[in-house]
């Protein structure tokens, strides 16, 4: 089992900036994926940034690409999604996510496991 917690999400002005936390416990991430997806009122849930938590490789949704960049700190096992440049369409709940190495980030349904989201809203 792999449990996940959210943290860091708030409101912020559009152009602003801001860091989500996702903390994780349980097994060894060696063989997995993380990945933040999010998802808006009236809208399915949508894949933003994935990266391999051993390796390191990185993943963007084209919408965030250049604004937003996934990280973690093997020590502290801590995924981050820090946000610059931010609009009033990043507005979502942002679900940290982690499902196995091999797979689609895309597809939804291949998340094994699922953190309980953070509300981000970032006003215009």
Request: net charge positive; glycine share 12%; hydrophobic share 35%.
């Amino acid at each position: 089992q792999v449990q996940l917690v959210e943290s860091g999400g708030g409101v912020v002005q559009a152009g602003g900036s801001l860091r989500v936390s996702c903390a994780v416990s349980g097994r060894t991430l060696n063989y997995y994926a993380m990945a933040w997806l999010r998802q808006a009122p009236g809208k399915e849930r949508e894949f933003v940034a994935g990266i391999i938590w051993s390796g390191g490789d990185t993943y963007y949704a084209d919408s965030v690409k250049g604004r937003f960049t996934i990280s973690r700190d093997n020590a502290k096992n801590t995924l981050f999604l820090q946000m610059n440049s931010l609009k009033p369409e990043d507005t979502a709940v942002y679900y940290c996510a982690a499902r196995s190495i091999d797979g689609n980030y895309y597809r939804v349904h291949e998340y094994l496991y699922w953190g309980q989201g953070t509300q981000v809203t970032v006003s215009s």
